[in-house]
DNA sequence: CAGACTTTACTTTTT
DNA sequence: GTAAAGTCTG
């Protein structure tokens, strides 16, 4: 017999020899970001304070890994955001020409995703199974609830929403659901029972019609290492090197995760600063960050501790509010090699529209002064925050982006849309069948709950999207459903390339979209047409589907398409979604008590500590300006116009450190630098000159 | 039983 | 401004 022998796999060199590397790491970073960049294998942590230099740390480790001899395939990046994953391979790619391309990441979320429809009939689920996102996931909670005739009680029993949040969070805290309503729902407590049953028949429901939520994809995921060795090994092999983005925002579930990927390599660096964790309220625990050395052997932890995107006025303040925590955080940053700069200024306004006009008014003097609009963010704690500030954009013609608020897939027009096309793509989604039937003329929750026993009957073996002879259907209906099934079984059966079947969807749903919805009709027209020629970007409805709930687009980036000379829009962000992002000027608004810290939070203190890093992640974006602002007088619908009370966290800020400032309506006068001057309330003539822009 | 209509309560942040 | 629950009518 004849032998080969192999020669044995090239083992990358260890650092040190960096003669053939293109990249000159030392010249690039500061002493601790190369220490992080070029450290060798192994667990490590690095401690990462805001504006440190995290981001470009990763990339340069990214480009590091794969100079050494790492083929790309074999690095996980997992991030906290597909956005993050994109700039962050693409700025890599940059740096090697392109040699960071094929680096596997993305979210926890999406990574498992790829694990599990691979490996899904180990775990009982078909590969092609669904994916339920938040709302997707209350409905089924809702269709159940109903079934158990749980909303027909004495007491007010949890609505599906509620129901949905719940079974989240104790999957995501693996909290026993006793505790977790013990502790945050008191009012629902006597309902455990119940709810713990129902918990039970979601679970079952799932597994019985091919469903994931959000949850499951970790769940499951876990599930897949811890029982099968055999994949898990085969996962881990895969890994040679782990890379964690945003450690601090990980939950239990993930940190888990990480520790099996890991598992055959070994090689895994968490980044990631305790003070910045604001996603408690889905399950993320800045402990893990803490816990990170014991869980992993050996673990080397690394600080980036220098801050070069703030000034230090800008540092100052954040400093002084992450103090007020009840914890302690021991960085103190410190900003290197910038200007001292102005201090952050605090900003009354009489009211929330005055405030706005503030912002736009600002924005476009630093625009003047050649600041692009981009670089400029208006930040807030809630979706809502800034819907004055929009009309007061949109009034001025100043272009602007939003992200954070509503998301494409959550119109309902959409979700009626996508109801059809998950209908197509699994005959056994209850939920997406209600949604679609109770569309038609003379079908209402009950007569759809029959249709849909029929439907998703288990030993069916008809043909999909057919009617049946064996059943009585009423006539109040009956030509609306052969509508619905023919539109159906007519893209069942062709096989066409999908855009064209979100066409003839689109074709069928638009009738009925102007029925239901005749007076905003025009104003969700154009959403349909998005819609297709978004899905023409796939080639797979699975797909499709998939990355629409797992990478909502935002309703508002999508009416703006940007076409090559518009000018970069101004930034308005929750300050969750400006995570990781830094801009030369920050807005934020709504500065007030009940906002930020949100009313939900005033009875808790680890509650209210969150808020307090949220505040905290909001000021380190800046650069060099940032504008406090709020209405001293607000107006809800109820109660008319009352009184505010600024943010707790920023009221008592000694004014060395955050300058108190006060608009003044009117002409501009003298020249007292602390104060910034407002053209006269509008009314339609009265925009001064300076306000009309070339736009 | 569906659907139009009314009343009521609630509305954070995201994968 | 919306969604869920309640009420009335055909």
């Excluded at 996962?235 to 990980?250: F, S």
């Excluded at 979700?415 to 059809?420: E, F, P, S, V, Y």
């Excluded at 539109?487 to 009925?512: F, G, K, M, N």
């Excluded at 807005?587 to 808790?604: K, N, R, T, W």
Aim: glycine share 6%; net charge negative; aromatic share 8%.
């Amino acid at each position: 017999m004849r032998r080969f022998t192999l020669e044995p796999e090239q083992e990358p060199p260890e650092g040190g020899a960096d003669d053939n590397l293109t990249l000159d790491y030392e010249d690039e970073l500061n002493e601790q970001q190369h220490a992080a960049a070029t450290a060798g294998g192994g667990p490590v942590l690095v401690a990462a304070g805001a504006g440190t230099g995290k981001t470009r740390t990763l990339i340069y480790r990214l480009a590091y890994l794969v100079e050494t001899g790492t083929r790309p395939q074999e690095i996980a990046l997992l991030t906290f955001t597909r956005r993050a994953a994109r700039e962050m391979t693409a700025r890599a790619a940059d740096l090697l020409d392109g040699r960071c391309r094929d680096v596997r990441g993305g979210t926890f979320h999406a990574f498992c995703l790829k694990l599990l429809r691979r490996h899904a009939p180990k775990l009982g689920f078909d590969r092609s199974f669904s994916i339920l996102d938040a709302s997707d996931a209350g409905d089924v909670w809702g269709v159940l609830r109903t079934r158990k005739n749980y909303h027909k009680g004495e007491k007010r029993f949890p609505n599906k929403r509620t129901l949905q949040k719940i079974g989240s969070k104790a999957t995501n805290r693996d909290l026993a659901l006793e505790k977790l309503l013990n502790d945050e729902y008191p009012q629902f407590a006597a309902f455990t029972d119940e709810i713990r049953k129902l918990r039970g028949d979601y679970r079952q429901y799932k597994e019985q019609h091919d469903l994931m939520d959000f949850d499951d994809l970790l769940v499951h995921a876990l599930r897949l290492c811890e029982e099968h060795d055999d994949v898990r090994e085969r996962i881990a092999g895969r890994c040679r090197h782990v890379l964690v983005d945003e450690y601090q925002d990980t939950n239990v579930l993930q940190a888990e995760l990480v520790k099996h990927f890991a598992s055959v390599h070994g090689n895994v660096m968490v980044v990631g600063d305790d003070a910045q964790s604001i996603y408690r309220f889905r399950g993320a625990d800045f402990r893990n960050i803490f816990r990170f050395p014991d869980e992993h052997e050996g673990t080397r932890v690394l600080k980036l501790e220098q801050n070069y995107r703030s000034t230090q006025t800008i540092l100052n303040l954040a400093n002084h509010v992450i103090e007020q925590a009840n914890r302690s955080y021991d960085k103190e940053l410190f900003s290197e090699g910038k200007p001292e700069g102005d201090r952050p200024a605090l900003v009354p306004a009489p009211d929330a529209n005055t405030e706005s006009r503030f912002v736009a008014q600002m924005a476009l003097e630093l625009r003047e002064q050649g600041v692009p609009l981009n670089r400029i963010a208006v930040l807030f704690r809630s979706g809502y925050n800034s819907y004055d500030l929009e009309t007061e954009l949109n009034r001025r013609g100043i272009p602007f982006v939003k992200y954070g608020g509503m998301k494409l897939n959550e119109a309902a027009h959409i979700k009626d849309l996508t109801a059809h096309l998950k209908v197509l793509d699994n005959p056994q989604d209850a939920a997406s069948w209600n949604r679609v039937l109770q569309l038609l003329h003379g079908i209402g929750p009950k007569t759809a709950r029959d249709l849909i026993n029929w439907l998703t009957d288990e030993d069916a073996s008809r043909e999909p999207y057919t009617l049946s002879d064996d059943w009585s259907y009423s006539s109040r209906y009956i030509e609306a459903l052969k509508e619905l099934f023919s539109t159906l079984h007519s893209i069942y059966e062709a096989d066409t390339p999908l855009a064209e079947q979100v066409e003839t969807l689109v074709r069928y749903y638009e009738p009925i979209m102007e029925d239901k919805y005749h007076e905003d009709f025009p104003k969700r027209q154009p959403d349909l047409e998005h819609f297709v020629a978004l899905a023409d970007n796939f080639s797979d409805r699975t797909d499709f589907l998939a990355s629409l709930a797992l990478d909502p687009i935002e309703l508002s980036a999508l009416g703006a398409e940007p076409s090559e000379d518009d000018e970069a829009p101004l930034i308005l962000s929750t300050i969750h979604s400006a995570k990781g992002l830094e801009f030369h000027t920050v807005f934020l608004i709504q500065a007030l008590e009940g906002v930020l810290p949100s009313g939900y939070s005033l009875g808790d203190a680890d509650a209210l500590d969150e808020e307090l890093r949220l505040l905290y992640v909001a000021i380190t974006r800046a650069e060099e300006n940032l504008f406090a602002s709020y209405p001293m007088t607000s107006y809800r619908r109820r109660r008319g116009e009352y009184m505010t009370d600024p943010s707790r966290f920023l009221s008592d800020v000694p004014d060395e450190i955050l300058e108190p400032c006060r608009l003044v309506e009117g002409d501009p006068p003298n020249d007292n630098e602390s104060e910034e001057t407002l053209p006269p309330a509008s009314g339609d003539g009265a925009i001064g000159g300076d306000d009309e822009l070339p736009f």
